[in-house]
């Protein structure tokens, strides 16, 4: 068998990956790219067998001292050949030193325990069909961008790094996706985004001070969606957003763990109450 060729992935390939994630059940937003993109253009990696895309994977960093590991994904005509393998070792390269996380599926924990990640915590994906009362609360107001270096600020109390780049663009409203802050005194005391997906919404982040908060938060968003399925991923360790879930008819339906290569950073779990993106961290 030929040998794969290994080459930085561009704008479009990104598109195409997406696509891929679809069909693994993944459910990406419809504008996921473009802030994906933003996050690290050089973060994105093909391997191509005979011309053709054979697997793929991110190595998003986040400055000197963190990247978030994606999009392990080998297309079906091409699994089981070591094509895979030989990209995941390619893009844990372009970490370099960085401690790197990921959210893996259950049935690749065992490989990734062998390349060296350990396991921190599960994450769960809740989801269901509900509608909310309206929200009045002037506290909560849709982003703007005179609150973009608070929210830049507050983002990077929930990640192991600053993400300026990448929260810029996600916090950003869309025609599908919008985001919402809680400011209570000046400061932002909670952030929520939600966005739509190849099958209903999803909402993350969902970070808060406190549970209240995030309960406030989660009906002001999907309030702004409408009906639909909505979809949130939480840190199971969060017993706080287990409840919102159940208060609100939510369901299990997806899990993944968090795993780090190197040292694991103390994330204040309990104001966690969805995580941004499985694939971003």
């Known amino acids: 068998m030929a040998e794969a060729a290994i080459r930085q992935a561009g704008r479009d390939d990104l598109a195409m990956i997406l696509d891929w994630a679809a069909a693994e059940g993944w459910n990406p937003g419809l504008d996921d790219a473009d802030p994906f993109w933003t996050a690290d253009p050089g973060g994105y990696f093909l391997a191509e067998l005979a011309g053709r895309p054979a697997a793929a994977v991110s190595m998003v960093r986040y400055g000197d001292g963190f990247a978030f590991l994606g999009f392990y994904i080998a297309h079906p005509d091409f699994r089981g050949q070591?094509?895979?393998?030989?990209?995941?070792?390619?893009?844990?390269?372009?970490?370099?030193?960085?401690?790197?996380?990921?959210?893996?599926?259950?049935?690749?924990?065992?490989?990734?325990?062998r390349s060296g990640f350990a396991y921190t915590h599960g994450n769960m994906r809740y989801g269901g069909r509900l509608r909310t009362e309206p929200v009045r609360d002037k506290r909560v107001i849709p982003v703007a961008p005179v609150h973009m270096p608070m929210i830049v600020d507050y983002d990077a109390r929930f990640n192991p790094a600053p993400r300026p780049a990448f929260i810029g663009q996600w916090a950003r409203e869309t025609e599908t996706r919008r985001s919402l802050v809680l400011i209570d005194?000046?400061?932002?005391?909670?952030?929520?985004?939600?966005?739509?997906?190849?099958?209903?919404?999803?909402?993350?982040?969902?970070?808060?001070?406190?549970?209240m908060n995030a309960d406030l938060l989660f009906r002001a968003l999907v309030?702004?969606?409408?009906?639909?399925?909505?979809?949130?991923?939480?840190?199971?360790?969060?017993?706080?957003?287990?409840?919102?879930?159940?208060?609100?008819?939510?369901?299990?339906?997806?899990?993944?763990?968090?795993?780090?290569?190197?040292?694991?950073?103390?994330?204040?779990?309990?104001?966690?109450?969805?995580?941004t993106t499985f694939e971003l961290g």
């Open 223 to 275: 309030m702004e969606a409408g009906a639909g399925d909505v979809y949130l991923d939480i840190p199971v360790p969060n017993g706080e957003a287990k409840a919102l879930c159940a208060r609100h008819g939510l369901e299990p339906v997806f899990e993944t763990a968090r795993m780090y290569r190197g040292e694991a950073p103390g994330l204040p779990l309990d104001r966690i109450f969805g995580i």
């Open 82 to 113: 070591g094509i895979g393998r030989a990209l995941w070792q390619h893009a844990v390269a372009a970490a370099g030193p960085r401690t790197i996380g990921l959210d893996g599926v259950v049935a690749q924990q065992e490989n990734y325990r």
């Open 185 to 211: 005194d000046g400061t932002i005391a909670g952030l929520g985004t939600i966005r739509a997906c190849r099958g209903g919404r999803k909402i993350g982040p969902l970070f808060a001070d406190t549970a």
